[in-house]
């Protein structure tokens, strides 16, 4: 059974700091592009940043770059997301989300095309007060 679970959430100040986690298993882990996706209310999921499982590669959206850094432990089969200088607009429940990709993977494919992942986590919530 794939499973993706996340954990890490929660409620923090302005310019506080939060690490995501994404436990994964049931699937070929070297095999995925695994990364993060983010929906606050009343907006659509928006990709935020993933990594390749086979060769490092990072992507991430333009508004986080800087602030967030995405990292993997093949090991643990398990993908982070450290966020720092969170900003309230970062509110949003996070989806851990993972794209079979071999090799490598292309940014634009995982962050903007959200229907075509194999896997999603249940998600969980993010809060960033002002």
């Known amino acids: 059974e794939v499973q993706l679970v996340e954990s890490g959430g929660g409620l923090v100040q302005t310019g506080g700091s939060l690490r995501l986690s994404c436990a994964t298993s049931?699937?070929?882990?070297?095999?995925?592009?695994i990364g993060w996706y983010r929906q606050a209310p009343g907006k659509e999921r928006e990709g935020v940043s993933c990594?390749?499982?086979?060769?490092?590669?990072?992507y991430y959206v333009d508004s986080v770059k800087g602030r967030f850094t995405i990292s993997s432990n093949n090991a643990k089969k398990t993908v982070y997301l450290q966020m720092n200088s969170l900003q309230p607009d970062d509110t949003a429940v996070y989806y851990c989300?993972?794209?079979?990709?071999?090799?490598?993977?292309?940014?634009?494919?995982?962050?903007?095309?959200?229907?075509?992942?194999?896997?999603w986590g249940k998600g969980i919530q993010v809060t960033v007060s002002s």
């Open positions: 049931g699937f070929t882990f070297d095999d995925y592009g």
């Open positions: 989300a993972a794209l079979f990709s071999p090799g490598t993977i292309v940014g634009a494919q995982f962050l903007l095309d959200p229907f075509g992942m194999d896997y």
């Open positions: 990594i390749s499982n086979s060769d490092g590669t990072t």
